[in-house]
């Protein structure tokens, strides 16, 4: 069974670090481009970040930028999102989203992703 699972959320306080993980089951990565979603209470979904992981090709958007870090493991089935510098405005459920083939750009369109996890809940107050 394909799956996708997220782990990693907390409660933190602002400045404070998190490391999200995505992992596979049932499959593989090295074929994929994921992507992280969020949906913060009251607001849409937004794409946040993605890689393609074969060309290692990624893109981050411009409130996470320089925060935010993906990386994967060498068995590429697990995909991390690394989250420096919390502050309360990151406060969402995040979650991961694969696609078979390459799309990672600034168009995070929720219909291109086949799998998605059930998402973890980051909270971001002191």
């Known amino acids: 069974q394909v799956q996708l699972v997220e782990s990693g959320g907390a409660l933190v306080q602002p400045g404070d670090s998190l490391r999200l993980s995505c992992a596979a089951s049932?499959?593989?990565?090295?074929?994929?481009?994921i992507a992280w979603f969020r949906q913060a209470p009251g607001k849409e979904r937004e794409g946040i970040s993605c890689i393609h992981l074969a060309s290692r090709h990624t893109h981050y958007i411009d409130s996470v930028k320089g925060r935010f870090t993906l990386s994967d493991d060498d068995d590429k089935k697990i995909v991390y999102l690394r989250m420096n510098d919390l502050k309360p405005e990151d406060t969402a459920v995040y979650s991961c989203?694969?696609?078979?083939?390459?799309?990672?750009?600034?168009?995070?369109?929720?219909?291109?992703?086949?799998?998605w996890g059930q998402g973890t809940q980051v909270t971001v107050s002191s």
């Open positions: 989203a694969a696609h078979l083939g390459a799309h990672c750009s600034s168009n995070y369109h929720p219909r291109a992703y086949e799998h």
């Open positions: 049932g499959f593989t990565l090295e074929h994929y481009s």
